[in-house]
């Protein structure tokens, strides 16, 4: 009866150890469970603040590091790092940034568009948006590639005066083109009063590899005042200093423009020519602005790595 006695106190004893076992490894588990929530709290807090600070200020000012925390910024790699070191454990997170230009968008304004009840058929990845800031037209691109300069007022340009391809800058005020038939070619507008009449075509050059791309109209004045109309056909980007009415014109886009109005429904083409979503050569570089920046692709380094 003792022997038996003994054996059960002994069964129990085991019993009791493994449920402690249990125990402590279910407690430890729970533990590191939550090392690792608060350590994620920790560093998406981090990213979020480091991504605050790198679009609403100087990028310089992104870097820092204070308790626990490193945030490390490189301009040149466009690479995000965001280092957390507290409770013997250490992680590090590298994000590939990647910037959102006014060319990204289907119609970039910086004032509110005003649609008066039509739309835009657009990708969704090339939303029609208002912007902060649109870049600014530097001439000495389009004088050091030009093919032709137009002098002259109230004058008339069309299709047998505009056969060679290549950057055409027009120079005077009240001028009106009609019957353009381009295929690799742009057409830069300094002066005011612009008119399109009948039907017109003006493809930019397709853009190669990874290079920029090259807009295929451009209006200089910010009194322009110029409506893309029925019998327009664009392909690559349309920049206007001033105001743009969009009517029912054949567009690829990006549009961009000081302020547009829709006076139609428009059905961008933007399906069929993305590679146009670029940054545009005749704006400087891109990095001379600072575009709002976002998560490109995410690298993990390390995660709750312990210190030795």
């Given at each position: 009866?003792?022997?038996?006695?003994l054996?059960?106190?002994?069964?129990f004893?085991?019993?009791?150890?493994?449920?402690?076992?249990?125990?402590l490894?279910?407690?430890?588990?729970?533990m590191?469970?939550?090392?690792?929530?608060?350590?994620?709290?920790?560093?998406?807090?981090?990213?979020?603040?480091?991504?605050?600070?790198?679009?609403?200020?100087?990028?310089?000012?992104?870097?820092?590091?204070?308790?626990?925390?490193?945030?490390?910024?490189d301009?040149?790699?466009y690479?995000?790092?965001?280092?957390?070191?507290n409770?013997?454990?250490?992680?590090?997170?590298?994000?590939?940034?990647?910037?959102?230009?006014?060319f990204?968008?289907?119609?970039?304004?910086?004032?509110?568009?005003?649609?008066?009840?039509?739309?835009?058929?657009?990708?969704?990845?090339?939303?029609?948006?208002?912007?902060?800031?649109?870049?600014?037209?530097d001439?000495?691109?389009?004088?050091i590639?030009?093919a032709?300069?137009?002098?002259?007022?109230?004058t008339?340009?069309?299709?047998?005066?505009?056969?060679?391809?290549?950057i055409?800058?027009f120079?005077?005020?009240?001028?009106?083109i009609?019957?353009?038939?381009?295929?690799?070619?742009?057409l830069?507008f300094?002066?005011?009063?612009?008119?399109?009449?009948?039907?017109?075509?003006i493809?930019?050059?397709?853009?190669?590899?990874?290079?920029p791309a090259?807009?295929?109209?451009?209006?200089?004045?910010?009194?322009?005042?110029?409506?893309?109309?029925?019998?327009?056909?664009?392909?690559g980007?349309?920049?206007?200093?001033?105001?743009?009415?969009?009517?029912?014109?054949a567009l690829t886009g990006?549009?961009?423009?000081n302020s547009?109005?829709?006076t139609?429904?428009?059905?961008?083409?933007d399906?069929?020519?993305?590679?146009y979503?670029r940054?545009n050569?005749?704006?400087?570089?891109?990095?001379?602005y600072d575009?709002?920046?976002?998560?490109?692709?995410?690298?993990s380094?390390?995660?709750n790595?312990?210190?030795?």
């Open positions: 009866m003792l022997v038996a006695v054996i059960l106190f002994i069964v004893s085991f019993t009791s150890v493994a449920d402690l076992s249990v125990s490894a279910s407690n430890s588990g729970s590191e469970s939550a090392r690792n929530i608060k350590q994620q709290y920790e560093m998406e807090s981090s990213i979020n603040e480091a991504l605050w600070r790198i679009n609403s200020g100087a990028d310089e000012l992104v870097n820092l590091k204070a308790d626990g925390v490193t945030i490390a910024w301009s040149e790699k690479l995000l790092s965001i280092g957390t070191e409770r013997q454990r250490e992680s590090e997170i590298q994000l590939d940034l990647t910037e959102s230009t006014p990204s968008s289907a119609i970039a304004s910086r004032t509110p568009i005003q649609t008066n009840g039509y739309f835009a058929d657009v990708e969704e990845e090339h939303p029609v948006q208002q912007v902060d800031l649109i870049p600014t037209v001439p000495a691109y389009f004088i590639n030009r032709f300069i137009h002098h002259g007022d109230q008339t340009w069309s299709k047998k005066d505009l056969q060679i391809e290549g055409h800058i120079l005077g005020n009240s001028v009106e009609s019957g353009l038939d381009l295929e690799n070619s742009t830069l300094l002066g005011d009063d612009i008119t399109f009449r009948g039907s017109n075509t493809k930019a050059p397709a853009p190669v590899d990874s290079l090259v807009p295929a109209v451009v209006f200089m004045n910010p009194h322009t005042k110029f409506t893309l109309r029925y019998g327009t056909h664009v392909e980007a349309v920049f206007c200093a001033g105001h743009l009415d969009i009517e029912n014109a990006p549009v961009l423009a547009v109005t829709l139609g429904n428009v059905d961008f083409r399906d069929l020519h993305s590679d979503y940054w050569m005749g704006f400087g570089n891109q990095h001379d575009w709002p920046k976002h998560v490109g692709r995410w690298r380094v390390k995660w790595k312990p210190i030795s």
